[in-house]
Structures are given as C-alpha cells and as structure tokens.
C-alpha cells in the first residue's frame, strides 16, 4: 500500500513574510498561504483530500461521507471537490439549533450538498455510527459511500502535510532561507501530525509546532500517535520513531472553547488585518496566532531564526462572527 494522490489545489502555496510582526517582534516571521489552495476547496483540508478522495475512487466509491460543525472547512471542501471529480457527497453537521444558512453552510448548500444535521450529543457520541448507517443505506440503493473522519486526519489524509514538508524544503532553496520553526494549528490534528512525520520520514530536524485550538495537547499528542500508526501502514519500509515527548503541541489559546470566539481573540484578527493585510479565521488561525504571538512575546522561540506559520485557511467561517465585531 503507498499514499497516492489527486492533484487538485493550486500548489505550491505562496510564502512571505510578516512585515509589521516581525519588525515588531524583532524576529523573522514568515506566513505560508494554505488559504489560497483554491476558492471553494480553499485552506488546509484539500491538501490531505487529494489523498482521501483519490483512495475512495481506487475503491470504487461514488459519494463522499464526511463530518464537521456546522461551519466546517473540511465539509464544504469536500462537497466542491467531489462535484469536480464526479463524487456526491453526504455531509453530516453539527448544530444544535437550526443554523444560519451563511458562511461554509451556505456555500455547502449552493451546492447542493446532502446535509444531515445532528445534535453535538450526537455528533461527540456516535457521528461514525451515523455515518456507518449512511454507507448502508446507500448500499440499499446500489451505491457505495467512502466515509472521510473529521478534517480528513486520518492516516491516509495526514500525507497531505507530509506533501506540504517536502513542498516547504523545496520553497526553502530557492528563496534561501531556512525555517528552523513551522507552527499550525490543530484542530484534528491531521496537519500536525503530517508535518511531524515529514519532518521525521527527511530527517530535517526542524521544530514543529501545534498550537491546539479545541481539547487539550495531550488528549492531541494521542490523537497524533494514532494517526501516525495508521500512516505507517502506507510506508512500511520507513523505519522512524514515534514518541510524543518530541511532539510540541502548546496549550492554552483555546479560550471558551471550540469556534466560540471572546473579544479579545476578534480584537487580534482585527490588528493583524490591519498590521499585514491578512484576513485570519476565528476557529482556527485567529487563535493560533494569538498563540504565536504570545509566545514570542515570552521569548518562547528565542533560538528560533526564521519562523514559519501555516495560515489554513477558513475565511467563510468569519461571517458567521459578524456581528459579535460590534461595528
Ligand atoms: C481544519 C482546520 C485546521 C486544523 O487542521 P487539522 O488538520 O484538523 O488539525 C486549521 N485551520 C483551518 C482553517 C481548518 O479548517
């Protein structure tokens, strides 16, 4: 078994660097536009799909299954991209109450996607039991269904990061710099995870850290582990540790909690906007950053000399916020 791929984003994705952060900072802080893989597969999750979606084809299968909150980036990318490739897809969402039809839930339904909303009882409980019941049901009417975890972090999804290392290497020579530091989010902690193990497979002894967005670092740092078995089945003849004392994930920016945003955590989408003329999420990056940012604040990268941050993605979900910006 190896991990092949679709080719479906817009790769490689630019790097630059954050002007005012940096000077700011006295550091060198560079940006690395996951955001613009695409328009409606944009952000982190096309990168691994390219993987997912390719293994279902091979498999014959001919709709998508997959699962997120109400807002997901992942779902709504795999619905666009399944309409290129010919797939359906069936999203199962999260909401308790009946949602907004905005931001990725309406580009979700502009397409036409199947959604079938369930409770967040529910979706923490049995989602893949849920998504189980559609693959017979679909069955039933001659179809096959390809179910797709959450954020595609599984361990054939995790390759789009490692595709994205070896892409970083690449970038690194020819614009001569070398990132010592490549910091993400973690949300499902596919990204991450396919960072470290690139990181690992090349023996580039970089620093790679997650700053985690929902749960705790540890409960992630198992997450990791698991994802990471799974990928290894893919390439049996890589020998390489994994442990999580060398995994770097900080804690400590999630604030009230998955995709629910305080003040403060606007207020620094709203600076950094206005700073680099970067538009930031509120689930994801918004508060990653925030994370990065105070950590250089404390001197937590003080041996670190180019810092590579992975922007992921998820405008769409910003408009769901509008009106707690109290404009
Ligand atoms: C899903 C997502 C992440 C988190 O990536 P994981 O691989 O799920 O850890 C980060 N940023 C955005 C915008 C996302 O949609």
Redesign the pocket.
């Known amino acids: 078994m190896i991990a092949k791929k679709l080719k479906l984003g817009n790769f490689p994705t630019k790097i630059e660097r954050l002007e005012k952060l940096s000077t700011m900072l006295k550091e060198h802080i560079f940006i690395k536009r996951d955001?613009q893989t695409g328009t409606e597969i944009s952000?982190?999750?096309i990168r691994?799909l390219e993987y997912s979606i390719n293994e279902a084809i091979n498999n014959d299968c001919d709709t998508l299954i997959t699962c997120g909150g109400i807002q997901s980036?992942?779902a709504r990318a795999t619905a666009a991209a399944g309409i290129k490739l010919g797939l359906k897809s069936i999203l199962v969402l999260k909401s308790d109450d009946k949602p907004e039809v905005e931001g990725n839930y309406l580009l979700d339904r502009i397409m036409g996607a199947d959604v079938r909303i369930i409770s967040s009882e529910d979706y923490k409980n049995k989602r893949q039991e849920i998504m189980e019941e559609i693959v017979e049901e679909l069955k039933e009417k001659g179809r096959k269904g390809y179910i797709i975890p959450e954020?595609a972090?599984n361990g054939i999804g995790t390759f789009g990061?490692v595709n994205c290392f070896n892409e970083i290497l690449e970038q690194e020579k020819e614009l001569g710099i070398t990132f010592d530091t490549i910091v993400?989010?973690?949300?499902?902690?596919?990204?991450?995870a396919g960072l470290y193990l690139g990181n690992k497979i090349t023996g580039s002894n970089k620093k790679i850290v997650g700053i985690n967005i929902t749960d705790t670092a540890e409960i992630f740092k198992d997450r990791v582990c698991s994802i990471l078995e799974e990928a290894k089945t893919y390439i049996p003849h890589k020998d390489f540790e994994i442990t999580k004392e060398d995994m770097c994930i900080i804690d400590g920016y999630v604030g009230d909690g998955y995709a629910i945003s305080r003040a403060e955590e606007l207020e620094f989408i709203c600076d950094f906007a206005e700073a680099e003329g970067i538009i930031l999420?509120p689930?994801?990056?918004g508060k990653a950053m925030r994370g990065l940012y105070s950590e250089l604040k404390k001197g937590t990268f003080s041996d670190s000399n180019n810092i590579l941050f992975i922007h992921?993605?998820?405008l769409f979900?910003l408009f769901s916020k509008k009106g707690q910006f109290g404009f």
């Open positions: 955001d952000g982190n999750k691994k980036n992942h954020g972090s990061y993400a989010t973690v949300g499902s902690g596919g990204t991450f999420d689930v994801y990056t992921t993605g998820g979900g």
